[in-house]
């Protein structure tokens, strides 16, 4: 019976991956087609940068978490918002700076990550909310 139940769960598994696949193929495709729709366009960049950063890996991912519980979904969201914001301030602070040399801006977004992702883990920002 075990062994039974097992296949089983393997087979439902392997599903599960197959649709996962599938849904973030299509959404990879779209982005591709977009990029490639808009290549030689002077809008290329801005077209790339919002259809990979809003709502295309947001969706995917919760999408993904929503086969686990609502109370997944909500985690994430809260989580990706935080780090949304985060990520809008340096943003915000790197077209501030865009005068400076590309390597500055490269380096301090680097030392920027850094500080976040130590702040987000020492902290346990993870469990506080």
């Known amino acids: 019976m075990y062994n039974i ?10 599903n599960n991956v197959a649709l996962d696949a599938l849904i973030g193929g299509l959404i ?10 808009y290549y030689d366009s002077i ?10 950063a809003a709502p295309c890996l947001y969706f995917y991912l919760l999408y993904v978490l929503s086969k686990d519980s609502k109370t ?21 602070l790197t077209l501030m700076f865009r005068s400076r040399e ?16 130590i702040w987000y883990f020492y902290f346990k920002i993870y469990e506080l909310i």
């Open 102 to 117: 590309r390597l500055y801006l490269i380096i301090g977004n680097l030392l920027a990550l850094i500080v976040v992702l």
């Open 5 to 14: 139940l097992y296949h089983v769960y393997i087979l439902y598994m392997a």
């Open 72 to 92: 997944a979904m909500n985690d994430f969201t809260v989580h990706a918002l935080i780090g949304t914001i985060l990520t809008s301030i340096l943003m915000i």
């Open 43 to 52: 809008n290329y960049v801005k077209i790339i940068a919002f259809v990979y």
């Open 28 to 37: 990879c495709g779209g982005f591709s087609y977009m990029t490639g729709r």
